[in-house]
């Protein structure tokens, strides 16, 4: 489809194109025509992170003034996750829309789950970059309106460590700790791994794209072990 079709799509037109240009071009694509770096989606990609996780925060914090700081993470977790970006990211066509090197290309790159959320996060920073915080936030809230609305209307998600803290100390003093065991991956797309240790022993381990959902991890293992 055209670019002016597309942006229709997205509800957003673009005063500086280059954004889009740049939000919806894979390092593949750099790579074949010799171009630089900073000239594919990933530094986008980057902002776009942040910025997604700073909005929907904020929507959790005002529409749940009742929920824990843990559930609010799962929640979080549980709108932001990558299936979710690219579900969204299907249904905008933004796979049609990608610049791809012919490798990418050859093997499905339009179609794969990691490109489709890495454009949507770009995009998200695009948005931003070109409209300000209000027009990212107003993108967003377009975007994953369904996906929040399903999310709050189902089952809250459990606070693990919460749970874990008030069945170990029910009789008294426990010392809990969560240790980072190890990190891996670039600084924009980490996984974390973390242990829980109680009075010195371990009871469980957990991974995820932040230390709190690992943590969250950890302690719901250390749950299923007690039990």
């Known amino acids: 489809m055209s670019r002016k079709a597309f942006c229709e799509k997205l509800g957003y037109t673009f005063k500086n194109e280059e954004l889009l240009e740049t ?7 750099i790579k074949d025509m010799d171009m630089t770096p900073d000239m594919s989606n990933e530094r986008l990609e980057f902002l ?15 529409r749940l003034p009742e929920a824990s700081e843990g559930a609010m993470t799962k ?7 990558g299936k979710s970006l690219a579900a969204i990211g299907q249904g905008l066509d933004i796979g049609s829309e990608l610049k791809l090197g012919r490798g990418e290309e050859m093997y499905g790159g ?3 789950v990691s490109n489709l959320e890495n454009a949507m996060e770009a995009l998200i920073a695009a948005v931003f970059l070109d409209g300000g915080y209000e027009a990212a936030q107003k993108f967003i ?5 369904e996906k929040i609305e399903k999310v709050l209307s189902g089952k ?20 809990i700790k969560y240790e980072t065991v190890r990190e891996e991956g ?5 996984t974390f791994y973390v242990r829980v240790v109680v009075d010195g ?25 007690l039990e």
């Open 156 to 175: 809250p998600p459990e606070d693990h460590k919460s749970a874990l803290q008030e069945k170990l100390q029910a009789s008294g003093p426990v010392s």
């Open 186 to 190: 670039p600084e924009h797309d980490k």
């Open 23 to 29: 939000a919806l071009t894979h390092s593949s694509y």
């Open 201 to 225: 022993s371990e009871c469980g381990r957990g991974s995820g794209k932040s230390k709190k959902e690992a943590e969250q991890q950890a302690a719901g293992m250390a749950l299923e072990s």
């Open 48 to 62: 776009g992170d942040a910025i997604l996780d700073a909005v929907t925060a904020k929507m959790l914090f005002d």
């Open 75 to 81: 929640y979080r977790a549980m709108i932001v996750k």
């Open 110 to 112: 339009r179609s794969r």
């Open 141 to 145: 809230e377009r975007q994953f309106s």
